[in-house]
Structures are given as structure tokens and as C-alpha cells.
């Protein structure tokens, strides 16, 4: 997939000990994250507010 060369640098980047934020709509890139925290409710300035945060359930799936 498109994201495989920047995801093996970002692993690498959290193997080293790094805190990794990262703004972005990939689900891929969601589903490989600690935890989710969602913006909105709109775009521009309609936006910018903690609407959701989630962690990732025992499956690896992000949890409802």
C-alpha cells in the first residue's frame, strides 16, 4: 500500500522512543495508532474540538 515506506519510518521512529502525532483522514494509519483523537465537528472554523478520542481493543481494531 502507499503507506508502507512512511509507516516502517514512523515504527522506527516509536522503536527509538519517540511520541508520534500525526493528522490524517488514512484509515490504515488510524487502525496502527495507540490511540485516536477526533477533531471536528466541521473543517477550518468549524472545527478544532475534541469530538471523540478512542484506543485500539484487543483485535487492533479501533474500539467504538
Not at 32 to 49: D, Q, R, S, T, Y
Amino acid at each position: 500500500g502507499h503507506l508502507d515506506g512512511r509507516a516502517s519510518k514512523l515504527i522506527r521512529l516509536l522503536e527509538q522512543g519517540h511520541t508520534l502525532v500525526c493528522a490524517t483522514h488514512d484509515p490504515l494509519l488510524m487502525e496502527a495508532a495507540h490511540n485516536v483523537i477526533e477533531l471536528g465537528p466541521g473543517g477550518g472554523k468549524n472545527g478544532g474540538n475534541i469530538v471523540g478520542t478512542r484506543t485500539i481493543d484487543a483485535s487492533g481494531k479501533l474500539a467504538k
